[in-house]
């Protein structure tokens, strides 16, 4: 389900994606450290699953920050083209997500949760949903 927030957040997930996807291609983290960073996504994207009561919105603020972030890859022509390298799964795209978004990031907590939040969308992305490993 889309919200019309998600143009909003697709407009400004496009800004930091140029920066994003450089920065993972080199290895390299982003050197601004201004923007969401990862421990900031992390908390609402945890408290989902923790809080069976309140969780929802958290749930909703983490998974529709997914959602743009994603919208912004297809408003670039980065995902859903014949070559793109990203196949996302046919459905519950946000919790699957949020749920690769986690793992991704506790995989090396200490170097990530002070990355910037759209390079680890763009790492969760590469490395759960790529072509090859959805094949």
Same mark, same amino acid.
């Given at each position: 389900?889309?919200?019309?927030?998600?143009?909003?957040?697709?407009?400004?997930?496009?800004?930091?994606?140029?920066?994003?996807?450089?920065?993972?291609?080199?290895?390299?983290?982003?050197?601004?450290?201004?923007?969401?960073?990862?421990?900031?996504?992390?908390?609402?994207?945890?408290?989902?699953?923790?809080?069976? !009561?309140?969780?929802?919105?958290?749930? $909703?603020?983490?998974?529709?920050?997914?959602?743009?972030?994603?919208? @912004?890859? &297809? *408003? #670039?022509?980065?995902?859903?083209?014949?070559?793109?390298?990203?196949?996302?799964?046919?459905?519950?795209?946000?919790?699957?997500? !949020?749920?690769?978004?986690?793992?991704? $990031?506790?995989?090396?907590?200490?170097?990530?949760?002070?990355?910037? @939040?759209? &390079? *680890? #969308?763009?790492?969760?992305?590469?490395?759960?949903?790529?072509?090859?490993?959805?094949?």
């Amino acid at each position: 389900m889309r919200f019309p927030l998600i143009p909003v957040l697709s407009l400004s997930l496009a800004f930091g994606l140029a920066q994003s996807s450089a920065a993972l291609a080199d290895g390299h983290e982003s050197s601004t450290k201004t923007g969401y960073t990862v421990a900031a996504l992390l908390a609402p994207c945890q408290e989902a699953d923790n809080d069976a !009561r309140d969780g929802k919105a958290a749930e $909703v603020e983490c998974e529709q920050y997914m959602v743009g972030f994603v919208d @912004a890859l &297809e *408003a #670039a022509g980065m995902i859903g083209g014949a070559d793109s390298k990203i196949c996302l799964p046919e459905q519950n795209i946000p919790a699957e997500m !949020r749920w690769a978004f986690i793992r991704w $990031v506790y995989q090396d907590f200490t170097a990530r949760k002070q990355m910037m @939040a759209s &390079e *680890a #969308a763009m790492g969760t992305l590469t490395t759960f949903f790529a072509c090859e490993a959805a094949q």
